[in-house]
């Protein structure tokens, strides 16, 4: 997030902002492309300022999941910067960055990253007691296993709610999403997301070598939760998030005030406006990168919403429908 | 070299068993659907002790709903002697402090490495030859290869980890065994990506995972993007790329670590199915001795 979106975000109703400064570790983002970043240690300066000022927390990403002895210096300095600025705490990813922050300053609020996957009370609780003050789950959880946990455990919560809901489990997935051409040309053919995990593939049976047809096999990303914001309240969670610091502005911010707003109508018992509103917000153009789009279209239609079912299949329309009978068909058949 | 053979269905690991492999393990490293029946798993042990088989019990990541489930059975494990417990999940490893006779192995999926990534082509980025270098010596390397998280490990009683079998990364592995750790090797299928929304269960339109009846015990994917010219297998959840060892890479491991536990996977792509199979693999690897 750059320093004129996160006026925007906190204009438009974020409590908590979560940005990352582009590290020193030339050449290394492997990983995400570095277009999200604020670009210098000055810029963060400008926006913990601006958010204090406006009673807004900001958190920094010091979360790739991995911290060589050979990168650790770079990793070192990049943090003492960062804590320079006066920032409310750091998105941790790895227990060798752990034992560097801790030894700089044992002291600053920590947050566990998305990438040490947590999914249960147990990993929360060991987090816990690592020094982690908050735990920001991984995305493919239910709704009552995320209820179950916030009331196992002795740590705050967060969940993701919009943005990217990645198909897979985040650290797990070494589909690196940039830097590398020829995955930019084929996802410039795609319609819609443009991730690698939503690209098409030649699917075949791996014994028989039978083709199976083509389909976006990987592809369960998701996008939107407005829906279940009423239930996902009432789990407990102490934060939701919105992936979306290497977006446009405008997503950033118009994305922002749906969410704030809904809150407040929850917080309010206004029960009957909440789902006049999501029903008007479903058709209506929101901001959707790269482009503005109806919601109803991009999410609802595609069942692109993270509490969905978890063996639910956005892109089984896409299938070809003799293809599929056809497996289907072999596969009973196999079975019997 | 010991080689070791993974199970996760006990017709498998039957077959397993009996064949020539110097340890056995069993259960389901991936996906939480098919850990295994209790039942199943203390069969699974009796055959192996039968058999005079080192045996391990491997756990995937684990939600809050298969939580309850695999304590019991770390409770069950933990009255047996000499198990080791792949675990995949940190919240296992939790558990573990609580069941101090079972010896914990770190999981590959608790082990980043970025050149599991299939396009390593990226270290390639259009900046000098240096930063080229550079970029490509920490390309290969392992979060292992911070000596702050091995110890994080060992303090927790952690001696052995899983690692995937990449060439490159062959010396970046040496040094972990000087950090204290013993290292197990999978061969042939290496992690891309894995997802709780199951991609084959979703392809072939298996709605409800609790009920799940577990294809991919038998079925496995291929998958082929032409642009990218990448071929992916799909197993279940998870999808690997695959490469078969070479000779002069066995040499290579064999000099830099001396000492390692090569696992083979039983699954639909290695086409693994009984102990004649198994035993005709471990021939082959024997071979490049």
Same mark, same amino acid.
């Given at each position: 997030m750059r320093f004129q979106g996160a006026i925007k975000v906190i204009e438009a109703g974020a409590d908590e902002l979560y940005c990352d400064v582009e590290m020193p570790i030339k050449h290394f983002s492997l990983y995400r492309g570095a277009e999200h970043c604020? $670009?210098?240690y000055d810029e963060l300066k400008a926006t913990v300022r601006y958010a204090h000022d406006h009673g807004v927390k900001v958190f920094i990403t010091a979360n790739m999941p991995f911290a060589a002895d050979r990168i650790e210096k770079d990793w070192r300095e990049h943090i003492l910067r960062c804590l320079e600025q006066d920032i409310d705490a750091l998105i941790v990813g790895d227990f060798g960055v752990l034992s560097v922050i801790k030894e700089i300053n044992p002291g600053v609020p920590l947050l566990a990253s998305t990438y040490f996957a947590s999914m249960n009370h147990e990993t929360a609780n060991f987090l816990r007691k690592l020094g982690f003050s908050r735990v920001i789950l991984e995305r493919h959880l239910t709704i009552p296993e995320i209820s179950q946990i916030v009331r196992s455990s002795q740590v705050e919560i967060e969940v993701f709610v919009h943005g990217a809901g990645c198909s897979n489990i985040n650290v797990n997935c070494y589909l690196f999403h940039y830097r590398y051409p020829p995955l930019t040309?084929?996802? @410039?053919?795609? +319609?819609?997301?443009?991730? =690698? !995990?939503?690209?098409?593939?030649? %699917? &075949? +049976? $791996?014994?028989?070598? @039978?083709a199976l047809g083509e389909a976006p096999v990987l592809d369960a990303f998701t996008f !939107? $939760? %407005? !829906?279940?914001?009423? *239930?996902?309240? @009432?789990?407990?969670? *102490?934060?939701?998030? %919105?992936?979306?610091?290497? +977006?446009?502005? &405008?997503?950033? @911010?118009g994305t922002t005030k749906v969410y704030r707003e809904l809150l407040n109508l929850i917080a309010q018992n206004r029960t009957e406006e909440f789902e006049t509103r999501v029903s008007d917000l479903k058709n209506s153009f929101l901001p959707r990168p790269p482009m503005f789009a109806n919601l109803k279209e991009v999410a609802c239609e595609q069942g692109r919403c993270f509490y969905n079912p978890?063996?639910?299949? =956005?892109?089984?329309?896409?299938? $070809?429908? =003799? *293809?599929?009978?056809?497996?289907?068909?072999k596969f009973l058949e196999h079975r019997k | 070299m010991r080689v070791t053979v993974q199970a996760e269905n006990l017709k498998q690991f039957k077959e397993a068993v009996l064949s020539k492999c110097s340890g056995v393990r069993y259960g389901s490293e991936f996906c939480e659907w098919k850990i295994p029946e209790t039942e199943s798993l203390e069969e699974a042990y009796e055959l192996a002790n039968d058999a005079g088989k080192k045996f391990s019990y491997v756990t995937p990541r684990i939600s809050e709903t298969s939580l309850r489930r695999?304590?019991?059975?770390?409770?069950?494990?933990?009255?047996?002697e000499e198990v080791g417990l792949v675990f995949n999940d940190l919240g296992v490893l939790s558990l573990l402090e609580h069941h101090l006779n079972l010896v914990p192995h770190l999981g590959r999926q608790l082990v980043f490495i970025p050149a599991r990534c299939p396009w390593e082509q990226i270290t390639n980025l259009e900046v000098g030859f240096m930063a080229r270098r550079s970029v490509a010596e920490v390309f290969y390397q392992t979060s292992l290869n911070s000596s702050r998280t091995v110890q994080f490990y060992l303090e927790r009683g952690v001696r052995n980890a899983d690692l995937d079998w990449i060439p490159r990364c062959f010396q970046h592995y040496a040094s972990l065994r000087q950090a204290g750790l013993d290292l197990s090797i999978h061969a042939y299928l290496t992690p891309v990506t894995s997802t709780r929304r199951c991609h084959t269960a979703r392809f072939l339109g298996l709605e409800d995972p609790e009920n799940c009846d577990r294809p991919c015990f038998e079925k496995g994917f291929r998958l082929k993007n032409q642009t990218l010219g990448i071929d992916f297998c799909l197993l279940g959840n998870t999808v690997f790329r695959y490469s078969e060892p070479r000779a002069k890479d066995m040499e290579k491991i064999r000099r830099l670590l001396h000492e390692f536990e090569l696992v083979v996977t039983m699954d639909p792509v290695m086409n693994l199915e009984d102990r004649k199979g198994i035993d005709m693999l471990i021939d082959s690897l024997d071979a490049f001795r």
């Open positions: 604020l $670009s210098t040309k084929a996802l @410039e053919d795609l +319609d819609g997301f443009k991730n =690698p !995990c939503t690209l098409r593939f030649q %699917i &075949a +049976d $791996s014994r028989t070598k @039978e !939107c $939760s %407005i !829906c279940h914001l009423p *239930a996902l309240v @009432e789990t407990g969670v *102490a934060g939701l998030k %919105i992936v979306g610091r290497g +977006d446009f502005v &405008a997503f950033q @911010e978890l063996f639910h299949a =956005p892109y089984k329309r896409q299938l $070809s429908w =003799p *293809a599929w009978l056809k497996y289907q068909f | 695999t304590r019991a059975q770390l409770d069950l494990l933990d009255r047996k």
